[in-house]
């Protein structure tokens, strides 16, 4: 009898690993499945330039299977629980599936619901959306269209959310927007984070923090949402801050499947903990996380996902044979930041090292600066739709090392490392 | 990365004066780092704080705020009255631990 791999969560990071997964194990012993409840693959970082028009829904959805390896066996069906003791997962439609080896790559959702008052019949799509579903992004570019005037706030709910630099870019992306549109002095636009800034980490928020000054955005940080009053269109916060506002564009606080946390496998946030270097489960030997479903401190995000499942792709064989894992992974991320104006950013990051100034891939030349803004940046945003449909999901060769490299980059000086003080 | 004294104590802190090391921590300390911060610790302060070090012992970080309230059972309302503002990152400072992690 055959060894049974199942693959729970057939978006970026269940795709990636089954079309790795298939070359390298040998289908004589291995069976591999992935199970996903629909059969339609969203490119989600397009949902970030759709309300803007970049994009029609249509452009972002493809069918899934097409993406799978031949060989592999694909079942359409939700997922309704795992019971990790038995080996088992349970199918909402009743059917069950027994596993040797389990990957979990459910990714993470938006849930309006853990805010009171957000998710009211009154204001839900009407004035507060999310863009991060296909629905929500259609319905705020029509919002976006109609919008006359006064304040939009731009809202993160609570940290960790996926793609976290996303809505600093919304409001970069409105700030262009309204300006083409010739009524950016009749919008006021309000970046509220329950961070102490838009950017956190010391080179970033010296290097950037110009960019909002000069967008004219306002920052509100340390802003975490008690609910929303949605009589009055207003945020109020834990220690009672007020912010009305006229349009809310909000990230929900993200939170992995509900069936983590039915089946005992996840934090407060169903989020499953894994060891941060290989991914197996801190629980089970034969579980592992990959891409936003696990609780590893780096983005989630999706080129981090495909760093970490090219180190594990090779620990998982090594697993199998029952050797110690070797290919730690260092938390490696790499983003395009959309800064408006057909202009972007690129930030590399990992674990440990913060991200730096200086060229990628390769040191002077580049041709891609470090956190600064260029056209060249957001070229290569519009080309990941490609790279990500063509080459990522298929497990293909992209040209970045999955571990960081620190050549190009220009090290922090002692003195800009130094941040504020935990009074301020 | 600098070694300070603290009640007496010499510490390793980083530069935003956060201790580095879970055992050169103890309640005369933290009792110093709140008064650095205008914090008066009463009962309700120390529950907070011995949660979080007990916390971080189990989970190798620092709890975020809602973790506090799940599973330490103080309302993150009640965190943001007991340390005014920026409730995660005072906490975590008078624990002697790290600070919640953020992102870029
Ligand atoms: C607005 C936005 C912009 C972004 N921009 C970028 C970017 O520029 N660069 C970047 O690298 N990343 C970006 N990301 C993040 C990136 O899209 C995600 O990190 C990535 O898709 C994570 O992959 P995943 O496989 O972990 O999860 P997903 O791709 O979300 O896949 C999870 C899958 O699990 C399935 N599933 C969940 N629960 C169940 C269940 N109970 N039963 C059956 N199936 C289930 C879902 O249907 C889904 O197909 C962005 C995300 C958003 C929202």
């Known amino acids: ?424 | 990365m600098p070694v300070i004294e603290i009640a007496g104590k010499p510490v390793n802190v980083n530069e935003e004066g956060f201790l580095t090391s879970y055992d050169e921590w103890n309640e005369e300390i933290a009792r110093e780092l709140a008064k650095q911060i205008e914090i008066e610790m009463t009962d309700e302060h120390w529950k907070i704080i011995k949660f979080l070090r007990d916390d971080f012992k189990t989970q190798g970080e620092t709890a975020t705020s809602r973790r506090v309230q799940t599973v330490g059972g103080v309302p993150v309302k009640e965190q943001f009255v007991l340390f005014p503002k920026k409730p995660a990152k005072k906490m975590a400072y008078i624990a002697g631990l790290p600070k919640p992690k953020g992102c870029v």
């Open chain 1, 1 to 424: 009898m055959r060894k049974k791999l199942i693959v729970l969560g057939g978006g970026t990071a269940g795709t990636m690993v089954v079309n790795k997964l298939h070359k390298k194990l040998d289908s004589q012993e291995w069976s591999i499945t992935i199970v996903d409840k629909d059969n339609k693959h969203l490119y989600q970082p397009g949902l970030l330039l759709l309300p803007f028009g970049v994009y029609e829904a249509g452009e972002l959805l493809k069918e899934r299977d097409h993406f799978f390896p031949k060989g592999i066996e694909y079942i359409q069906a939700e997922i309704d629980k795992v019971d990790a003791d038995s080996n088992t997962v349970y199918l909402v439609n009743g059917k069950t599936l027994v596993y040797d080896q389990l990957v979990i790559a459910t990714g993470t959702t938006p849930h309006p619901d853990q805010t009171m008052g957000m998710d009211d019949a009154e204001i839900w799509r009407k004035s507060v959306f999310d863009f991060y579903t296909l629905p929500g992004a259609v319905a705020l570019k029509d919002a976006l269209n109609r919008f006359e005037g006064g304040r939009l706030v731009v809202h993160i709910s609570e940290m960790p959310i996926k793609c976290p630099v996303a809505p600093l870019e919304f409001a970069f992306l409105a700030d262009a927007y309204f300006t083409q549109r010739k009524m950016r002095e009749k919008v006021e636009i309000v970046y509220v984070t329950p961070l102490e800034g838009a950017f956190t980490k010391p080179v970033c928020s010296k290097q950037l923090g110009y960019m909002l000054v000069e967008r004219d955005i306002k920052l509100e940080p340390d802003f975490v949402i008690e609910h929303i009053d949605s009589q009055t269109k207003t945020m109020v916060s834990m220690d009672e801050r007020e912010i009305p506002f006229d349009l809310l564009v909000t990230v929900p606080v993200n939170m992995g499947a509900d069936f983590i946390g039915r089946s005992g496998l996840g934090n407060d946030l169903n989020y499953i903990p894994v060891n941060k270097e290989n991914f197996l489960s801190t629980k089970y030997p034969n579980i592992f996380a990959l891409g936003d479903a696990s609780d590893i401190p780096a983005s989630k995000a999706g080129s981090v996902a495909h760093f970490a499942i090219d180190m594990f792709t090779e620990n998982f064989v090594e697993h199998l044979a029952g050797r110690p894992m070797t290919h730690n992974f260092d938390g490696h991320a790499n983003c395009f930041i959309e800064s408006g104006d057909g202009k972007g950013l690129l930030i590399d990051f990992n674990y440990t090292v913060e991200p730096l100034m200086g060229m990628f891939p390769l040191p002077v030349v580049g041709p891609f600066p470090l956190l600064k803004e260029s056209r060249l940046n957001h070229m290569g945003k519009l080309a990941f739709r490609w790279i990500y449909w063509n080459l990522l999901l298929k497990g293909r060769w992209i040209p970045i090392p999955a571990l960081m490299s620190m050549a190009g980059k220009k090290q922090a000086t002692q003195k800009e490392g130094v941040g504020s003080h935990a009074s301020n």
